[in-house]
Protein backbone atom coordinates (compact mmCIF):
# COMPACT_ATOMS: atom_id res chain seq x y z
CA UNK A 1 0.00 0.00 0.00
CA UNK A 2 2.96 2.24 1.17
CA UNK A 3 4.58 1.26 -2.51
CA UNK A 4 1.32 2.40 -4.07
CA UNK A 5 0.75 5.83 -2.75
CA UNK A 6 4.63 6.69 -3.07
CA UNK A 7 3.97 5.32 -6.88
CA UNK A 8 0.79 7.71 -7.07
CA UNK A 9 2.40 11.03 -5.90
CA UNK A 10 5.68 10.67 -7.76
CA UNK A 11 3.99 10.56 -11.18
CA UNK A 12 0.77 13.08 -10.43
CA UNK A 13 0.59 16.57 -8.58
CA UNK A 14 -1.20 17.13 -4.94
CA UNK A 15 -4.34 18.04 -5.80
CA UNK A 16 -4.43 14.92 -8.16
CA UNK A 17 -3.78 12.61 -5.35
CA UNK A 18 -6.33 14.00 -3.12
CA UNK A 19 -8.89 13.27 -5.87
CA UNK A 20 -7.43 10.19 -6.48
CA UNK A 21 -7.61 9.89 -2.62
CA UNK A 22 -11.72 10.42 -2.71
CA UNK A 23 -12.62 8.56 -5.78
CA UNK A 24 -10.27 5.15 -5.61
CA UNK A 25 -9.47 3.22 -2.84
CA UNK A 26 -5.80 3.27 -2.72
CA UNK A 27 -5.44 1.45 0.46
CA UNK A 28 -7.04 -1.81 -1.14
CA UNK A 29 -5.46 -4.77 -1.93
CA UNK A 30 -7.98 -4.67 -4.79
CA UNK A 31 -7.18 -1.60 -6.01
CA UNK A 32 -4.73 -1.32 -9.12
CA UNK A 33 -2.65 1.64 -9.93
CA UNK A 34 -1.07 1.52 -13.80
CA UNK A 35 0.95 4.30 -15.53
CA UNK A 36 2.20 2.57 -18.66
CA UNK A 37 1.53 3.05 -22.39
CA UNK A 38 2.43 -0.51 -22.95
CA UNK A 39 -0.74 -2.90 -23.23
CA UNK A 40 1.15 -5.18 -21.79
CA UNK A 41 0.52 -3.65 -18.36
CA UNK A 42 -2.86 -4.74 -18.86
CA UNK A 43 -2.26 -7.99 -20.76
CA UNK A 44 -0.34 -9.25 -17.23
CA UNK A 45 -3.17 -8.18 -14.88
CA UNK A 46 -5.40 -11.09 -13.99
CA UNK A 47 -9.34 -11.12 -14.53
CA UNK A 48 -11.68 -10.07 -12.25
CA UNK A 49 -8.80 -9.76 -9.66
CA UNK A 50 -9.00 -6.11 -8.90
CA UNK A 51 -12.43 -4.06 -7.98
CA UNK A 52 -10.34 -0.84 -9.05
CA UNK A 53 -8.18 -0.05 -11.93
CA UNK A 54 -6.22 3.56 -11.85
CA UNK A 55 -4.48 4.37 -14.89
CA UNK A 56 -2.59 7.41 -14.43
CA UNK A 57 -1.59 7.55 -18.31
CA UNK A 58 -2.87 10.18 -19.95
CA UNK A 59 -5.63 9.18 -23.15
CA UNK A 60 -4.40 11.69 -25.16
CA UNK A 61 -0.63 10.10 -25.46
CA UNK A 62 -2.77 6.44 -26.18
CA UNK A 63 -2.63 4.70 -29.13
CA UNK A 64 -5.92 2.60 -29.53
CA UNK A 65 -7.81 4.15 -26.65
CA UNK A 66 -10.68 2.03 -27.45
CA UNK A 67 -8.67 -1.32 -27.57
CA UNK A 68 -7.46 0.06 -23.88
CA UNK A 69 -10.69 0.62 -22.61
CA UNK A 70 -11.88 -2.94 -23.72
CA UNK A 71 -9.33 -4.77 -21.95
CA UNK A 72 -9.64 -2.34 -18.64
CA UNK A 73 -13.38 -3.96 -19.53
CA UNK A 74 -11.99 -7.04 -19.34
CA UNK A 75 -10.36 -7.33 -16.14
CA UNK A 76 -12.79 -5.70 -14.60
CA UNK A 77 -15.87 -7.72 -12.60
CA UNK A 78 -19.27 -6.29 -13.24
CA UNK A 79 -19.61 -2.56 -11.74
CA UNK A 80 -16.23 -2.75 -10.92
CA UNK A 81 -14.31 0.53 -10.75
CA UNK A 82 -12.28 2.71 -13.32
CA UNK A 83 -10.52 5.92 -13.12
CA UNK A 84 -8.84 7.38 -15.95
CA UNK A 85 -7.83 11.35 -17.27
CA UNK A 86 -7.50 13.24 -20.08
CA UNK A 87 -6.58 16.58 -21.22
CA UNK A 88 -9.61 18.69 -22.35
CA UNK A 89 -9.22 20.18 -25.97
CA UNK A 90 -10.29 23.27 -24.18
CA UNK A 91 -7.61 24.08 -21.89
CA UNK A 92 -5.46 23.13 -25.25
CA UNK A 93 -7.06 25.63 -26.89
CA UNK A 94 -6.97 28.47 -23.88
CA UNK A 95 -3.22 27.72 -23.30
CA UNK A 96 -2.23 28.94 -27.24
CA UNK A 97 -4.63 31.80 -27.04
CA UNK A 98 -2.81 32.85 -24.14
CA UNK A 99 0.45 32.02 -25.31
CA UNK A 100 1.24 34.46 -28.29
CA UNK A 101 0.18 38.42 -29.07
CA UNK A 102 -3.83 38.85 -29.81
CA UNK A 103 -4.32 37.97 -33.55
CA UNK A 104 -1.01 35.78 -34.31
CA UNK A 105 -2.47 33.66 -31.30
CA UNK A 106 -5.45 32.40 -33.81
CA UNK A 107 -3.28 31.48 -36.72
CA UNK A 108 -1.52 29.56 -34.07
CA UNK A 109 -4.88 28.17 -32.89
CA UNK A 110 -5.86 27.70 -36.77
CA UNK A 111 -2.73 25.89 -37.72
CA UNK A 112 -3.30 23.28 -34.63
CA UNK A 113 -6.81 22.58 -35.21
CA UNK A 114 -6.09 21.66 -38.87
CA UNK A 115 -3.31 19.51 -37.81
CA UNK A 116 -5.07 18.32 -34.91
CA UNK A 117 -8.34 18.05 -34.98
CA UNK A 118 -9.11 18.47 -39.15
CA UNK A 119 -6.25 15.57 -40.60
CA UNK A 120 -7.07 12.82 -37.94
CA UNK A 121 -10.83 12.90 -38.86
CA UNK A 122 -9.62 12.59 -43.16
CA UNK A 123 -9.98 8.90 -44.39
CA UNK A 124 -6.74 9.29 -45.95
CA UNK A 125 -4.70 11.00 -43.90
CA UNK A 126 -5.40 9.63 -40.72
CA UNK A 127 -3.82 6.67 -40.44
CA UNK A 128 -0.88 8.10 -41.57
CA UNK A 129 -1.24 11.33 -39.03
CA UNK A 130 -1.12 8.65 -36.31
CA UNK A 131 1.90 6.78 -37.70
CA UNK A 132 3.67 9.99 -37.72
CA UNK A 133 2.78 11.64 -33.87
CA UNK A 134 2.30 7.61 -32.40
CA UNK A 135 -0.97 8.72 -31.25
CA UNK A 136 0.75 11.51 -28.78
CA UNK A 137 -0.94 14.53 -27.82
CA UNK A 138 -4.08 13.98 -29.77
CA UNK A 139 -6.85 16.12 -29.34
CA UNK A 140 -9.89 14.84 -27.34
CA UNK A 141 -12.87 16.49 -25.77
CA UNK A 142 -15.18 15.66 -23.24
CA UNK A 143 -17.69 14.02 -25.26
CA UNK A 144 -14.88 11.97 -27.20
CA UNK A 145 -13.78 11.05 -24.01
CA UNK A 146 -16.86 10.05 -22.04
CA UNK A 147 -18.81 8.41 -25.49
CA UNK A 148 -15.45 5.84 -26.03
CA UNK A 149 -16.32 4.76 -22.32
CA UNK A 150 -19.61 3.86 -23.23
CA UNK A 151 -18.61 2.45 -26.42
CA UNK A 152 -16.45 0.25 -24.06
CA UNK A 153 -19.28 -0.95 -21.91
CA UNK A 154 -18.56 1.69 -19.03
CA UNK A 155 -21.15 4.12 -17.09
CA UNK A 156 -19.92 7.56 -15.87
CA UNK A 157 -19.71 7.98 -12.32
CA UNK A 158 -18.15 11.59 -11.62
CA UNK A 159 -15.95 14.22 -13.77
CA UNK A 160 -13.33 15.24 -11.72
CA UNK A 161 -11.49 18.43 -13.14
CA UNK A 162 -7.55 18.65 -11.43
CA UNK A 163 -4.84 21.52 -12.91
CA UNK A 164 -5.03 20.50 -17.04
CA UNK A 165 -6.65 17.42 -16.65
CA UNK A 166 -9.76 15.90 -15.96
CA UNK A 167 -10.43 12.39 -14.04
CA UNK A 168 -13.15 10.10 -15.32
CA UNK A 169 -14.55 7.73 -12.45
CA UNK A 170 -16.97 4.93 -14.26
CA UNK A 171 -17.71 1.39 -13.48
CA UNK A 172 -18.07 -1.51 -16.12
CA UNK A 173 -21.63 -1.97 -16.77
CA UNK A 174 -21.77 -4.47 -20.14
CA UNK A 175 -19.67 -5.48 -22.87
CA UNK A 176 -18.21 -3.20 -24.93
CA UNK A 177 -19.78 -2.34 -28.06
CA UNK A 178 -19.01 -4.64 -31.72
CA UNK A 179 -15.58 -2.95 -33.09
CA UNK A 180 -14.89 -4.55 -36.19
CA UNK A 181 -15.29 -1.87 -37.98
CA UNK A 182 -12.96 1.71 -37.40
CA UNK A 183 -15.10 4.46 -36.63
CA UNK A 184 -14.15 7.48 -39.25
CA UNK A 185 -16.15 10.90 -37.95
CA UNK A 186 -16.70 12.58 -41.32
CA UNK A 187 -18.55 15.55 -41.81
CA UNK A 188 -21.36 13.68 -43.50
CA UNK A 189 -23.72 11.66 -40.53
CA UNK A 190 -26.50 9.04 -41.46
CA UNK A 191 -29.03 8.93 -37.98
CA UNK A 192 -31.95 6.31 -37.21
CA UNK A 193 -35.36 7.85 -37.61
CA UNK A 194 -38.82 6.30 -37.54
CA UNK A 195 -40.63 6.86 -40.84
CA UNK A 196 -43.88 5.74 -42.22
CA UNK A 197 -45.25 2.14 -41.24
CA UNK A 198 -42.81 2.46 -38.18
CA UNK A 199 -39.85 1.38 -40.64
CA UNK A 200 -36.14 2.68 -39.78
CA UNK A 201 -34.79 4.36 -42.35
CA UNK A 202 -31.28 6.38 -42.16
CA UNK A 203 -31.37 10.26 -42.46
CA UNK A 204 -28.38 12.45 -43.31
CA UNK A 205 -27.11 15.34 -41.93
CA UNK A 206 -23.65 17.40 -41.46
CA UNK A 207 -21.85 16.62 -37.80
CA UNK A 208 -22.28 18.91 -35.99
CA UNK A 209 -21.33 16.98 -32.36
CA UNK A 210 -17.84 15.96 -31.35
CA UNK A 211 -16.99 12.79 -31.88
CA UNK A 212 -18.64 9.10 -30.06
CA UNK A 213 -21.47 11.45 -29.23
CA UNK A 214 -24.29 9.22 -30.00
CA UNK A 215 -23.24 6.88 -26.82
CA UNK A 216 -24.13 8.82 -24.50
CA UNK A 217 -27.55 10.65 -25.70
CA UNK A 218 -29.08 9.29 -22.15
CA UNK A 219 -25.92 10.79 -20.16
CA UNK A 220 -26.54 14.13 -21.75
CA UNK A 221 -30.40 13.91 -21.39
CA UNK A 222 -30.29 12.78 -17.59
CA UNK A 223 -27.37 15.86 -16.66
CA UNK A 224 -29.75 17.84 -18.40
CA UNK A 225 -33.17 17.06 -16.92
CA UNK A 226 -34.36 15.53 -20.50
CA UNK A 227 -34.63 16.34 -23.72
CA UNK A 228 -37.25 19.48 -25.08
CA UNK A 229 -39.26 19.39 -27.76
CA UNK A 230 -36.82 19.28 -30.56
CA UNK A 231 -35.55 15.78 -29.67
CA UNK A 232 -32.31 17.78 -28.12
CA UNK A 233 -30.89 18.45 -24.66
CA UNK A 234 -30.52 22.07 -23.65
CA UNK A 235 -26.93 23.61 -22.90
CA UNK A 236 -25.56 20.33 -24.80
CA UNK A 237 -22.11 20.31 -24.63
CA UNK A 238 -21.81 17.74 -27.11
CA UNK A 239 -22.52 20.32 -30.12
CA UNK A 240 -19.18 22.29 -31.23
CA UNK A 241 -19.08 25.47 -32.08
CA UNK A 242 -19.32 25.25 -36.17
CA UNK A 243 -22.30 23.22 -35.19
CA UNK A 244 -24.03 25.87 -33.51
CA UNK A 245 -24.06 27.38 -36.28
CA UNK A 246 -24.75 25.28 -38.90
CA UNK A 247 -27.75 24.42 -36.87
CA UNK A 248 -28.82 27.54 -36.67
CA UNK A 249 -29.50 28.10 -40.57
CA UNK A 250 -30.54 24.90 -41.18
CA UNK A 251 -27.37 24.16 -43.18
CA UNK A 252 -26.85 20.67 -41.10
CA UNK A 253 -30.19 19.96 -42.41
CA UNK A 254 -29.15 20.31 -45.89
CA UNK A 255 -27.99 16.73 -46.51
CA UNK A 256 -31.68 15.71 -45.53
CA UNK A 257 -32.95 15.90 -49.12
CA UNK A 258 -30.42 12.80 -50.22
CA UNK A 259 -33.87 11.78 -48.30
CA UNK A 260 -36.33 13.52 -50.28
CA UNK A 261 -35.35 12.61 -53.68
CA UNK A 262 -34.44 8.88 -52.38
CA UNK A 263 -38.52 8.99 -51.44
CA UNK A 264 -37.71 8.42 -47.83
CA UNK A 265 -39.83 11.78 -46.37
CA UNK A 266 -41.99 14.40 -48.45
CA UNK A 267 -41.17 18.47 -48.38
CA UNK A 268 -43.59 19.22 -45.87
CA UNK A 269 -44.97 16.60 -42.78
CA UNK A 270 -43.96 15.24 -38.95
CA UNK A 271 -40.61 15.16 -38.59
CA UNK A 272 -38.78 12.19 -38.34
CA UNK A 273 -38.29 11.21 -34.60
CA UNK A 274 -35.34 8.85 -33.20
CA UNK A 275 -36.51 5.84 -31.22
CA UNK A 276 -35.57 7.53 -27.53
CA UNK A 277 -37.83 10.38 -28.71
CA UNK A 278 -40.65 8.62 -30.86
CA UNK A 279 -41.28 6.54 -27.93
CA UNK A 280 -42.24 9.36 -26.03
CA UNK A 281 -45.02 9.94 -27.78
CA UNK A 282 -48.45 9.23 -27.02
CA UNK A 283 -49.49 5.58 -28.25
CA UNK A 284 -52.66 6.92 -30.76
CA UNK A 285 -50.28 9.69 -32.08
CA UNK A 286 -47.46 7.14 -32.79
CA UNK A 287 -49.99 5.53 -34.64
CA UNK A 288 -51.26 8.51 -36.63
CA UNK A 289 -47.49 9.96 -37.15
CA UNK A 290 -46.51 6.61 -38.79
CA UNK A 291 -49.66 6.77 -41.27
CA UNK A 292 -47.82 8.63 -43.44
CA UNK A 293 -44.21 9.80 -44.67
CA UNK A 294 -42.03 12.16 -42.51
CA UNK A 295 -41.41 15.58 -43.62
CA UNK A 296 -38.36 18.22 -44.10
CA UNK A 297 -40.54 21.30 -43.38
CA UNK A 298 -42.69 20.27 -39.79
CA UNK A 299 -45.62 21.74 -38.21
CA UNK A 300 -43.26 22.64 -35.51
CA UNK A 301 -41.64 26.16 -37.47
CA UNK A 302 -45.24 26.95 -37.52
CA UNK A 303 -46.88 26.92 -34.11
CA UNK A 304 -43.62 27.19 -31.73
CA UNK A 305 -45.17 24.46 -29.67
CA UNK A 306 -42.99 25.46 -25.67
CA UNK A 307 -44.28 22.26 -23.89
CA UNK A 308 -44.57 18.78 -25.11
CA UNK A 309 -48.19 19.00 -24.87
CA UNK A 310 -48.14 21.87 -27.28
CA UNK A 311 -46.01 19.89 -29.55
CA UNK A 312 -48.76 16.78 -30.02
CA UNK A 313 -51.61 19.25 -30.35
CA UNK A 314 -49.57 20.95 -33.40
CA UNK A 315 -48.72 17.54 -35.21
CA UNK A 316 -52.36 16.31 -34.60
CA UNK A 317 -53.79 19.21 -36.06
CA UNK A 318 -51.75 18.90 -38.98
CA UNK A 319 -52.44 15.77 -39.17
CA UNK A 320 -56.37 15.96 -39.27
CA UNK A 321 -55.81 18.94 -41.80
CA UNK A 322 -53.52 16.60 -43.87
CA UNK A 323 -55.50 13.14 -44.05
CA UNK A 324 -58.53 15.03 -44.99
CA UNK A 325 -56.71 17.55 -47.58
CA UNK A 326 -53.35 16.00 -48.26
CA UNK A 327 -51.97 18.83 -50.95
CA UNK A 328 -53.73 21.74 -49.88
CA UNK A 329 -52.62 21.32 -46.52
CA UNK A 330 -49.03 21.03 -47.40
CA UNK A 331 -49.17 23.87 -49.45
CA UNK A 332 -50.72 25.76 -46.82
CA UNK A 333 -47.99 24.93 -43.86
CA UNK A 334 -45.03 25.57 -46.69
CA UNK A 335 -46.20 28.77 -47.60
CA UNK A 336 -46.45 29.80 -43.90
CA UNK A 337 -43.25 28.75 -43.56
CA UNK A 338 -41.59 30.55 -46.07
CA UNK A 339 -43.39 33.52 -44.38
CA UNK A 340 -41.50 32.92 -40.83
CA UNK A 341 -38.51 32.27 -42.38
CA UNK A 342 -38.41 35.57 -44.61
CA UNK A 343 -40.25 38.04 -42.37
CA UNK A 344 -39.87 36.84 -38.81
CA UNK A 345 -36.68 35.96 -39.14
CA UNK A 346 -36.84 31.84 -37.76
CA UNK A 347 -34.17 29.60 -37.47
CA UNK A 348 -33.81 26.35 -36.36
CA UNK A 349 -32.97 24.99 -32.57
Partial sequence: VQAIHEMVRAITTEEDYQVLQ???????????VVASHSRAAFLQIPDYEYSTLVDLTILNNIRGINKRLCMVNQKLPDHGLYVCCY????????????????????????????????????LLMSRLYYDVTKGRKRTLSKTEVLGRLYYCGFEVDNIV??????????????????????????????????????????????????????????????????????????????????????R??????LPMLINWFKGDCKLVGVRPLSLTMFH?????????????????IPPFYIDHPETFEELYASENKYLDEYFAHPFRTDLKYFMLTMKSILFSKMHSA
Fill in 22 to 32: RYADLDSSRTK
Fill in 87 to 122: RPQEYVKQKILKSYPKGINYMVYGAWFVFRRVIPRM
Fill in 161 to 246: PSGHLEYIVAHRKQQPYPQQQVKVYGPLIKLRRVCKHKEIKYFYKFRTMHPYAEYIQAYVFDQRGGMNIADKADDDFRITRWGKLL
Fill in 248 to 253: RYWIDE
Fill in 280 to 296: TYPPALQDKRTRCKPGL
